[in-house]
């Protein structure tokens, strides 16, 4: 019996189309010889779509390379204002939007305030108004648009609804079509993905890493996350839900978590965690009921001025940190651990240190390779930028492994369960 | 500038041969229309490549399929018995063989003494005469033999020279290059592996697990270890050294482990660990200096029998393995984790209620999906199963992400560092 899925030839025909466009963009310029050898594909499918992708602005000749003979080759390059995609990252502390182009540049990036308090229907309204201003602010075509990634905390769950929560530590919300609505009020598509997850893809998109790298994501914001992407696809799983991090137990008889285990590494030595500490010692962080990261950027500037009962706090949070670095890195396999998230952005240099040492001592294959630890330099943005880059690569490169979503991409759901649950 | 790797045409044939015998082996039959739709190759190309595998042997035309319309298709379906790999698990409790066909089915294997206290040259000096006796017996023309895998416990790493350690707990041994060895000696190729990613290639080629699962195999022999095959592609990392489940530190204050780190789950509760523990309480597990895996048995027997005291230094490993469980399920995002390993061969039903009932609490992505936990029925050979595979899946499907090696293949190390290193 025969249990071969078939390709249908338009399916085949945008195979084509996508892996011309990604190794055009990969090359920088590029011949179509050299990509007729690049793809596997014959030369006259090459030329085919080669010619639609000029016809559509997507890629354009740029002058003639020297040639060993015969004539000079055309080569081609990508047209980057071509197309543009929007990334979203929706957080308790503000929304972050980027406005990025084909080639991955972004071109327009700015941050609104939190959805904590807000109902989902707010939300919703609040990003379709402001991805409208941004439009008109930036002067880009709707038609040029390829659409929006919209990112957040929390796990995934491919069912028919979404759940979306002010504050996991704090409070639950019942489900809500996040990207559906947003869909239907865009009439554009939009992808949805873990923030963690996307700040990886952003952080390799953003540049400066090889393309072999087996980089993971150390995020943290509100909580502890990470992401995951080794030689240039992200790491997924069975439900985009990889690469919990901040779930890692590091003490058997530690305090329950929201999440429902205990000694969660988040639980003992998170930003929220790391805010109560500093509250039960008496640290001044202004009045209480701010985001935990508010609190969090208050008491690492307090550490960073040389305060001691705050820098021990930040101490013991990276040690534990630290710890779950080594998980990471030994599961993993890792050779790049950036640091990144709100959080790392401003308390990073303190964690750096103590991250990079225990690897050093802890990494289990350390004797076949070191894990290189780095501050992001995107800190703030990077999970924009991959919801962002996630549009961009189902475009350039939609490998299933690359853009898998749980089920229908619009109707994936970021789930996080209510405290207790 | 142009930075893409160029393929060879010779390559581009290999690839379509792959690619072609691999969609054969998962259809069973399949005429060529339906391999040229599949493949995404021209019909020509499905053609010339199929006329060849059916002169060499691996293919054969087994009748006609129905048609609607036109003349009848022939069927194309594997030929096992024309290729076979020998996989061998290297172990300190004992060397494992089988000997695997090209449609994965093991036709033969055996198992001989361990490598405790054998030198690197008797070890291979042992190898290489046994498998050349299992050649002999089994009657297999060596002609059809498309190499060794060899998989073993530790860290691999990408150097010129191998280090094989006869026991990790207790001593070290110099590098020494193992495949190499072998491979000279038998003038075939050698794949080599670490182990317990084998076993996770093993347990999902010996078939009963669905091609989309996220397979976690938790490996427990002389140590602990895991390998992770998602969507029927191993999870490998920079180094092929992913998924060191046994090396997560789960008690910042805890004992030191072998491998450098404090407080790894293998130095709280691994095997060697618990028979420290047994005879610290007086638990007769006879003689000492056995193996730990030896002596693991025997209390695993005893605890089986209904011993109270055997019984409750499982149940104390039992609830660590289930938090190991608990980090490699909410990293990979696994929806399902086999035991596998001879500690789990012989001691799976201790463990199997714990780790279950912790996960369905514990799982971070509950909401989206269980984890489906059961019992190896090959723990004691997965790992040979596999090593056979990783040769099996060179011929058929040579993915770099499933057969990547750290360096050249034959001179990939595994590489334990000496005790207190």
Request: contains cysteine.
């Amino acid at each position: 019996m025969t249990r071969v899925s078939t390709e249908s030839a338009g399916a085949q025909q945008t195979r084509s189309r996508s892996a011309i466009l990604d190794v055009v963009r990969a090359a920088g310029t590029i011949s179509r010889v050299e990509l007729t050898r690049a793809t596997g594909l014959t030369g006259a499918t090459v030329s085919t779509v080669v010619r639609r992708l000029i016809d559509e602005g997507l890629i354009v000749e740029v002058g003639r390379a020297e040639s060993t003979g015969g004539k000079p080759r055309t080569l081609l390059r990508l047209e980057p204002r071509a197309r543009f995609a929007v990334g979203v990252h929706l957080d308790v502390a503000g929304i972050t939007y980027v406005l990025a182009n084909l080639g991955g540049g972004v071109v327009a990036r700015w941050r609104t305030a939190g959805t904590a308090g807000d109902g989902p229907e707010d939300v919703v309204a609040r990003v379709v108004a402001e991805i409208g201003d941004m439009f008109s602010r930036v002067g880009v075509e709707k038609d040029r648009l390829l659409g929006v990634g919209l990112v957040g905390p929390g796990p995934l769950s491919g069912g028919t609804a979404v759940t979306w929560v002010a504050d996991p530590a704090s409070s639950g919300m019942a489900p809500f079509p996040f990207g559906e609505a947003i869909e239907a009020a865009l009439d554009m598509p939009v992808l949805l993905d873990n923030d963690a997850t996307a700040a990886a893809v952003g952080e390799y998109w953003a540049g400066g890493i090889e393309s072999t790298s087996a980089l993971g994501a150390l995020y943290m914001g509100a909580g502890i996350g990470g992401g995951v992407v080794v030689g240039g696809v992200a790491f997924r799983g069975a439900s985009s839900n990889a690469a919990e991090i901040g779930h890692v137990c590091v003490d058997l008889a530690g305090p329950e978590c929201w999440c429902g285990a205990r000694g969660c590494v988040e639980a003992v030595a998170g930003p929220a965690a790391v805010v109560a500490a500093a509250r039960a010692r008496g640290v001044d962080l202004g009045p209480a009921g701010r985001p935990a990261a508010e609190d969090f950027a208050t008491l690492a500037r307090a550490a960073l001025r040389g305060d001691a009962v705050a820098s021990s706090i930040l101490e013991f949070s990276a040690r534990y940190v630290a710890v779950a670095a080594q998980t990471f890195a030994n599961l993993m396999d890792l050779d790049l651990i950036v640091l990144t998230g709100p959080a790392f952005g401003i308390a990073g240099s303190l964690y750096l240190p103590v991250v990079t040492e225990h690897l050093e001592r802890a990494f289990f294959a350390r004797d076949s390779h070191p894990v290189h630890v780095r501050i992001s330099s995107s800190a703030h943005e990077a999970a924009a930028i991959g919801a962002a880059a996630l549009v961009l690569q189902s475009e350039l490169a939609p490998r299933p492994t690359t853009v898998r979503m749980p089920a229908e991409r619009h109707v994936a759901s970021v789930a996080v369960p209510a405290p207790g649950a």
